[in-house]
């Protein structure tokens, strides 16, 4: 049992645990080990205890921002309920620009798929562990990092693009083995010409969305098509084959995916000055269901959600009638439209779809390959700190 001051009855330790301790941030929990021996050994090896916490950790949107006369890069994941960045990578410079000195592939379960100092790696920034992913150098496109339930592993779905003919080939790579197996052809529109071409840079500005054992890409509007930009490329994780869907609603750039809370596949579709709420409530049948309509206190370029049961939004706007350069990040309320907080933004940051959930959880493959699942030394995680956002004076939460 843990003492409390003043000579009140102790907690059970359980409650400590399960209650207390799977609240804080990886950082903290982390020096706690130093209470005890039996401390220790649970927060380093229980992978009961070590999986809840990772379950309580809120779902994270990724920020990137570079100094290039530095070439310093870092990533962030954006914390809108402190109003601050915490900390996750950073590079210090390189023999090649900032955007090839760090950006963010693919994120799951608080693991990331980097390309950093011109090499792909796999890392978890919380234990500062990293492991090479040597079998994807060449890939046109990293499109999804996944866990595969029955095998307890995490895949890779790629694309290399054909020699002779540039025809997009995905393949599926199993974390840790020496595994790059090909899978099943998309359909033809996005297999070939215009749209296999382009998917390597819908995937880097719209990353692909996993959910209820799902990949779902941004829709599209396809080159001789229907004409609408509601086309979805699907791939099952399970049966590793694709699917072409229609969206609910035809609305190309203005459509935004996301896995919710819930685990169910979430799409606003923006206005401008609203946004709808769209929510898959069944694959097989492909239904889906108009949930909520959150009206803005002004237009909005984008819109984040927030990921937590209130439906509430994280949001860029112009300020006034300022150029690009200067910018708002506005918190609203998902129940009533109403600005809960508004901050200060500008161009140099920039806001991934990419979300870090913070684990502990242990991989084997970290210890794979010669990598001896050490601590990872300079340059990713080193002398990072929290920056606060800087708050609008005029706003006032009403």
Not at 144 to 168: I, M, N, Q, T, W
Not at 284 to 304: E, G, Q, Y
Request: contains cysteine; proline residues 6%.
């Amino acid at each position: 049992m843990s003492k409390l001051a003043g000579g009140a009855p102790p907690l059970p330790e359980d409650l400590v645990f399960c209650e207390i301790l799977t609240r804080l941030q990886a950082k903290p929990l982390l020096r706690c080990r130093a209470v005890c021996r039996s401390w220790r050994r649970r927060l380093t090896s229980d992978a009961k205890f070590l999986l809840a916490h990772h379950r309580r950790q809120p779902s994270l949107p990724l920020v990137t921002s570079g100094d290039r006369s530095t070439e310093e890069r870092r990533i962030d994941a954006l914390d809108h309920r402190t109003g601050e960045r915490r900390p996750v990578a950073q590079t210090t410079g390189g023999t090649g620009g900032a955007e090839d000195n760090l950006q963010v592939l693919a994120s799951c379960d608080g693991l990331l798929i980097l390309l950093a100092n011109g090499g792909l790696q796999i890392c978890n920034p919380a234990t500062r562990q990293r492991a090479p992913l040597t079998l994807l150098h060449g890939a046109s496109c990293i499109s999804a990092l996944y866990p595969h339930g029955p095998s307890g592993s995490y895949r890779v779905l790629c694309c290399f693009k054909r020699a002779e003919d540039g025809h997009a080939v995905y393949h599926v790579h199993t974390v840790g083995s020496g595994e790059l197996r090909r899978v099943g052809d998309p359909p033809a529109p996005w297999a070939s010409g215009d749209m296999a071409r382009a998917m390597p840079a819908i995937a880097s500005f719209y990353p692909p969305v996993l959910a209820d054992g799902r990949i779902y890409w941004e829709p599209v509007r396809l080159p001789g098509g229907n004409g609408k930009g509601n086309n979805m490329l699907v791939f099952d994780t399970m049966a590793e084959s694709f699917q072409h869907l229609l969206s609910p609603v035809d609305g190309g750039a203005s459509l935004e995916l996301f896995e919710m809370s819930n685990g169910a596949l979430g799409l606003y579709d923006n206005h401008g000055g609203t946004a709808d709420l769209w929510v898959l409530q069944d694959h097989k049948s492909w239904t889906w269901s108009l949930n909520n309509r959150i009206k803005f206190p002004a237009d909005v370029l984008s819109v984040m959600p927030v990921l937590d049961p209130e439906g509430d939004v994280l949001v860029l706007s112009l300020r006034g009638e300022s150029s690009f350069e200067c910018q708002h990040l506005q918190h609203i309320s998902g129940g009533n439209g109403s600005l809960l907080a508004r901050y200060e933004w500008n161009y140099s940051l920039n806001l991934w779809r990419h979300r870090f959930k913070e684990s502990l959880v242990r991989h084997d493959f970290f210890s794979m390959g010669g990598n001896a699942g050490r601590v990872d030394e300079k340059p990713l995680f080193d002398g990072l700190s929290t920056v606060a956002l800087v708050r609008d004076d005029n706003s006032e939460p009403h």
